[in-house]
């Protein structure tokens, strides 16, 4: 597990929806809610890892302790299919999962409102901020783009060192010199997806996945043989120019 689950740590399980065709199904976000030691709230912070990663990247825990030292209650989040949270759906995240992010927002809103008397706020609004890392960051931006409300998803948020063209991150990495960085990124993705997807699915299906992940060398070949289709793209280019936020 990510953490030992104490009065000061909460696991929550966000339910969102089933990209397969049963509808009926849902699928799982698993979350970790941890609490400042004081209990004087300043706020909720969503914080969420990049490609490949969970809850249990280095970057994300430091960020998350520094904030939650700082009075706000930390959220940190396993995207679709990621980390511990792998079992709880069949499906992986994509730049544009922006209904995800919506489900996680009002969940934890919902939430904190049945809870809020058990909390000793500096005011009477309760604030919710999001901070993504890496591709994290793109999905947050996204989310606030496309979400249709006159309120915003966030009140505030940080992105870290995420792509806003997802072509020319694509083109980056598959030059010469990132070559060990993107066969690192590749490994991690390939076990990400033998862990989750394979899940409630029939043997002949697996094994077409399995025979298009021996296939797969790079970013690109990746996001044409899985994440383009299972989210609905024609190809490729069309998911890199629909799910860049600033193209």
Known sequence: LDFKIT????KVFIPV?????????????????????????????VVTHGLGGSTK?????RISKKLLNNGFVICKLNLRGAGSG????????SARCSKDIFS????????????????????????IFGIGLSLGGTIFLNACLDYDNEKNLFDGLACISSPL???SCSECIDKPRNLFYQK??????KKQVLDSELINKDIYSQKIIKDKLKKIKTIREFDAQLTAPSWGYKSVDDYYLKASPLI
């Open 86 to 93: 792998r079992y709880l759906t069949n499906s992986n995240y």
């Open 17 to 45: 929806e089933n990209l397969l065709s049963d509808k009926s199904k849902k699928d799982y976000l698993l979350g970790f809610l941890e609490f400042p030691e004081n209990n004087k709230i300043r706020g909720l912070v």
């Open 165 to 167: 063209d997802l072509l």
């Open 7 to 10: 009065n000061k740590v909460e």
């Open 184 to 189: 690192w990124l590749i490994r991690r993705l």
């Open 104 to 127: 996680v927002v009002d969940f934890l809103k919902n939430k904190f409102k049945r809870e809020i008397n058990d909390f000793n706020l500096n005011n009477s609004y309760f604030p």
């Open 57 to 61: 990247r280095f970057g994300l825990k």
